[in-house]
């Protein structure tokens, strides 16, 4: 079997790389390598495991610590004894063994004295102790870490974005989705059915369980966050569950009074305009807005704001008649003085 390449190698980095650099190569060798893109490819598989288990041991502080002291053997169990970690048969003393980083095999032995006290020694406090077997893991392994060279590790989300529509977010609904690889195209075949939920708003999320990166050696996949990106509506704008709009009545309602059909997101609605509505006056819609995501029973409103159309291109006797307003206004005016 082929030698395990350095980690530091397979991502194409320093070993002096900070965390983000790390995202960074891993994120471009999945994007190229992801089985969905290289459907039959086994060589890209492959690749995609090894850069997949690179990135899991070196993104991780403990991990990257173990690495760096003692490369694959802090994994794989290739040493003697207890898998990579061996304890001699001496009852007063024992001997302690691991491959080092160049694969060197290193060998301490005591007399006397505490093996647990002598492993946090070495790992710097990393090693704990398990109930009656001497050690049970180091650091974020836990039980996962045996010398069966497989430690089980569960896959990341992975972040996308999705458009839907001003009603789609309002109302919510099923939609389908097809994926895309790294260069934008449609991968064949490959398409998810996703629930918009009722009443969703833009920037939030929405989570797909295990539609994420696959887990290594039996972990579980992560899951795909799906980011809203919710589209306008003409006529219409939203803040959280209300919405708002406009409507435009003729002069002579907005003194007289009257009615005035206004459009909701549901349909249209005739709304009361009373005599001496002012130009900005909202006129508030009470449930005529969006549903709360958390209770279904309750909705936001709608607030209309009242515009009036000022009659352009009059005849002379439209001007005569609003000149004679004008006068019994004034009259008026004086007359209660």
């Known amino acids: 079997m082929a030698a395990k390449r350095d980690y530091y190698d397979v991502l194409g980095i320093s070993r002096s790389a900070d965390k983000g650099t790390i995202k960074r190569a891993y994120r471009k060798l999945a994007k190229k390598y992801h ?3 290289n459907a039959g490819n086994a060589q890209a598989e ?34 003697g004894g207890s898998g990579a970690y061996g304890y001699g048969s001496d009852p007063g003393g024992g001997t302690y063994s691991y491959n080092g980083p160049n694969g060197s095999f290193h060998e301490y032995h005591f007399e006397g004295g505490d093996m647990d006290d002598i492993l946090k020694n070495i790992f710097g ?94 972990g579980k996949a992560g899951d795909l966050l799906l980011k809203v990106r919710v589209g306008k509506r003409l006529g219409f704008e939203r803040k959280d569950m209300d919405v708002y709009s406009k409507v435009t009545i003729p002069f002579t309602t907005a003194v007289l009074g009257g009615e005035a059909v206004v459009q909701t997101l549901t349909g249209r609605v005739v709304c009361k305009i009373n005599p001496g509505t002012q130009s900005g006056t909202k006129i508030r819609l009470k449930g005529k807005g969006i549903v709360s995501m958390k209770d279904a029973g309750r ?22 008649k609003l000149k004679e307003f004008e006068a019994a206004c004034r009259n008026g005016s004086r007359g209660a003085a």
């Not at 977010?169 to 998810?192: E, P, T, Y």
């Not at 909705?299 to 005569?320: C, F, H, M, W």
């Open 125 to 218: 406090g990393g090693f704990s102790e398990g109930a009656g077997s001497g050690f049970h893991g180091f650091g974020g392994f836990g039980e996962g870490f045996s010398g069966g060279g497989n430690f089980r590790q569960d896959g990341s989300d992975v972040t996308a974005e999705i458009d839907v529509t001003f009603d789609e977010a309002a109302f919510g609904g099923d939609k389908v989705i097809r994926l895309s690889d790294a260069q934008g195209s449609n991968v064949a075949g490959k398409s998810l059915k996703v629930h918009i939920p009722a009443g969703i708003s833009d920037g939030k999320s929405i989570r797909l369980r295990g539609k994420g990166m696959p887990g290594v050696s039996g």
């Open 35 to 37: 089985p969905d893109t």
């Open 299 to 320: 909705y936001g409103d709608q607030y209309v704001t009242v515009q009036i159309d000022v009659p352009k291109n009059l005849s002379n006797e439209a001007k005569r």
């Open 46 to 79: 492959e690749k995609f495991k090894e850069a997949t288990e690179a990135y899991n041991v070196l993104s991780d502080p403990e991990k990257k610590k173990l690495y760096d002291q003692f490369g694959h053997a802090a994994f794989d169990g290739s040493a």
